[in-house]
């Protein structure tokens, strides 16, 4: 058995099979991820850049710090995003519970974990198209910024362009990935993935649907917390 | 049989292994909140640039543990986590050179370009009124939203 395994491993790159070993499809999705990665990154980055070379910039506490049903002129920053934080890290949880439920064939489980990742993803929608309305509410929206500089001085379109671009990709992200997880759970149901014999398809869902999550870590940190 | 075990105990595995990723995760995340909340009451320069290179540190942390467990990378074989990793590697120039770019653009209108460096130094009580201006049309279509803000004639 060993020296079988010793073997494979040795010859990954001798040809009949896949040197990454894995299916063709994830390889690609990984790829593709990759690129994603570089999309989100050089938004990012152009964000950090702009933030290093002006002066003064608004101060996150001071913009989003209101949430659902709140009276006017709450002073809560943190707490909404914190719940949207929270909702993707859960819903991220089931969704590895499904593609664990898939590898095992168990179908209910799958299914289970996957309604519930849609309803996390839809929560984590609904919270974005929130805030989205409360901060245009205000005056906030593609080249109108309300907001002054933490300092005083009066800010430029730059922070609300740069939030609402890069938000807005991710949200947009977010809800392709739950358009995929609704075509997973429709193909679960009407048993697709038992006639194959195997669930992989939904890990591919499941590495989307990780990215989002993965991305998200990085929007929260950069627009909310520093 | 022994095969049925040996996939109970497997299942088992990935379980306790998500459980745990699950705490970590939001471990550093209560953590992350609760350096940002700490913050708020802090205005000397280091000690913010101190907390936020935290916050980052602890961001790449969490990064970590959604890539190697629940995008599942760490339990794949070694060309595949190159094929990933190596190329991603450009992140470090990116942000370095971008960041230190930046930098140095306001350094140098800093120094050369007094406009840029007065604008920043006075206070406003308001939103200017200049991007409004170029607003000028959606801002009425709004009606009333921000009509109360001042118009100059000039």
Redesign the interface.
Known sequence: MSTTTTAT?TK?WGGGKS????EYGK?MM?YFL?SD??TF??FL??Y?????????WPDP?KVFKSYPFAAEGVNA??VFV?IM??IL?VS??T???AV?AGK?MKKKAVAINLILTIIGGIAFLSCQAWEWNHLH?E?AWW???????A?????S?NFTNYFFTITGFHGFHVLSGVVINIVMLIMTLTDQFEKRGHYLMI?KA??YW??V??VW??VF?CF??? | MSHTAT?EDH?AE??KE?TKV?II??VL?VI??A???YM?GIEAAGTRLLI?GT??IL?LA??FY??AY???LKH??K??IM??CV??C??FW??TA??I???S??NL??TYDPH??E??????E???VE??E??EE?VEKKEG??LDAPRTAD
């Open positions: 491993t990954l040197p990454f070993d894995v390889l990984w990759m990665a570089l990154g050089a980055i152009s950090g850049t702009i933030r290093f070379s002006t002066n003064g506490n920053p943190l914190s934080t929270f890290i991220s949880v969704m590895v519970l664990q095992e509410s005056g080249g109108m910024n309300p907001f002054l500089n300092d005083g001085s009066a800010s379109t890990e499941g590495l990780h990215f999550d993965l870590v990085f940190t909310y917390l520093i | 996939h299942s990935v379980r998500v699950t995760l939001s995340t992350e909140l350096l940002g909340f708020m936020k916050i980052v961001m969490k990064a959604i890539v629940f995008m599942h794949e074989v060309n595949l094929t990933v190329p991603l450009i992140f990116f942000i971008f960041l770019d930046g930098n653009f306001r209108r800093n840029f460096k604008q920043s130094t006075i206070k406003v308001k939103k200017e991007h409004k170029a607003k959606k939203l921000q």
